[in-house]
């Protein structure tokens, strides 16, 4: 079955970490941009840290110095590092895979984009809950 299948949601305290991860089955990743998006009660999903083919990498101003996306292409697996966790960190986290869209042509280009559910891309995954909270 081809899917990407996130993992590594939870509750943590303000100031902890959480590590997500994003797996691929069925296909592998390795020409893939793959990015991290979340969506928080109430508000528009949102583009957090994306990463290209070539290792390129963008993340949004409100996560930067805090969130690493890396990938593994031999466990076919993409990971959010996420540290210093903010309780407005709170939110359903998504991944999700495109080779394809003309507009989206590199990590930047697809972190940005508005409403990016809309975006017909190869694989989004189920989510994966990360609450904030003491």
């Known amino acids: 079955q081809l899917q990407l299948v996130e993992s590594g949601g939870g509750l943590v305290q303000p100031g902890g970490s959480l590590r997500l991860s994003c797996a691929a089955s069925?296909?592998?990743?390795?020409?893939?941009?793959i990015g991290w998006f979340r969506q928080a009660p109430g508000k528009e999903r949102e583009g957090v840290s994306c990463i290209s083919s070539s290792d390129d990498t963008y993340s949004r101003d409100s996560v930067k110095g805090r969130f690493t996306i890396s990938r593994d292409n031999a466990k076919n697996t993409v990971y959010l590092q996420m540290n210093s966790l903010k309780p407005e960190d709170t939110a359903v986290y998504y991944c999700a895979a495109d080779t394809w869209i003309p507009r989206i042509t590199t990590a930047q280009s697809m972190c940005v984009l508005i409403r990016p559910q809309a975006y017909a891309m190869d694989y989004w995954g189920k989510g994966t809950l990360v609450t904030v909270s003491s």
């Open positions: 069925g296909f592998t990743l390795d020409n893939y941009i």
